[in-house]
């Protein structure tokens, strides 16, 4: 099976336990949670029997040890996560708002992730590697976006694949030369996971029709467009498959789209239709929200074709 890695920030994440809490006073928070973008993406795709690796950096502390462990107990590689003494493990903290939008107060760029490089250990990843995944939100600073760029580099020079989420995070994307760290990933890009708006990041044109169109003549093989409750859309140059998501209650929307991408990335590596990729990735990004806490909602394969099985079921 064709092996999967990816590059950035592992991070905890500490949230406030009510809605409309805010951190301009004291309050109740729950966590530490593992995550990081990158790190749910890999995680799920291991948790589905995809081989799949992480390319990161945390200190020698607790937070650092919770994401290793939550990892390689979700069977991903973790051989390329290095562990700095002296420098803290990234963390985010998170607020929901009444309007269900969410705040971060991230550290990541001062953090043990800031520390992110191609070292040994991640070239030995590379060197197994078939494909590779960029998250926006990896690309925090220059030293990170020359890690993507490099990690794209070494897989596309084998003749290997590219995947990329632009999971613009407003609180990241101010960090300076981004946009044009995305344009370049973008043009790398085989497979594109936007959400929302994201997709007219990079396309000046009005409509969803037309956005994709301009993308998919620029070379990308495929765009599938997350839209939350309402399930994702795949667009290839043959046509468009579109599948509802699955009813389930929300606890917490984060990670469902690195579940999601991680799913649909990784059957669309084993080949499989894009009506199956695209139910499969609805699935994980349906039990991701279930859940408080990224990557707590991460399923094995057995229990999400279970999922989808009793949810067909019922429809
Ligand atoms: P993230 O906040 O993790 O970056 P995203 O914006 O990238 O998320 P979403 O569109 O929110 O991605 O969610 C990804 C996928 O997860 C959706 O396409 C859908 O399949 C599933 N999903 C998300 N929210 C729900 C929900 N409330 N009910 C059912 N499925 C959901
Ligand atoms: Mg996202």
Known sequence: MKKLVSAGEILVEIMAERIGQSFLEPGPLVGPFPSGAPAIFIGQAAALGQPAGLIGAVGKDDFGQVNIDRLSALGADVSAIAVHEGHATGTAFVTYRPDASRHFVFNIRNSAAGLLEIDDAAKRLLSGAD?????????????????????????????????????????????????????????????????????????SAGDEQGAVADLLGRGISCIVLKKGADGAVYHDRQGTVA????????????????CFGAAFVSFWLRGAAPADALRIANACGALAVTRKGPMEGIHRLADVEAFIAKAGAHA
Do not use: W
Request: without cysteine; aromatic residues 6%.
């Open 131 to 203: 494909h590779v995944h960029v998250m926006g939100s990896s690309l925090f600073s220059d030293r990170a976006t020359q890690v993507a760029l490099g990690a794209i580099a070494a897989v596309k020079a084998k003749g290997g694949t590219v995947s990329f989420d632009p999971n613009i995070r407003r609180e990241i994307m101010q960090a300076s030369g981004m946009r044009q760290a995305l344009d370049q990933v973008l043009a790398q890009t085989d497979v594109f996971l936007p959400s929302g708006n994201e997709l007219f990041l990079f396309s």
């Open 243 to 258: 599948l509802p998501g699955f009813a389930v209650e929300e606890i917490d929307p984060t990670g469902a789209g690195d």
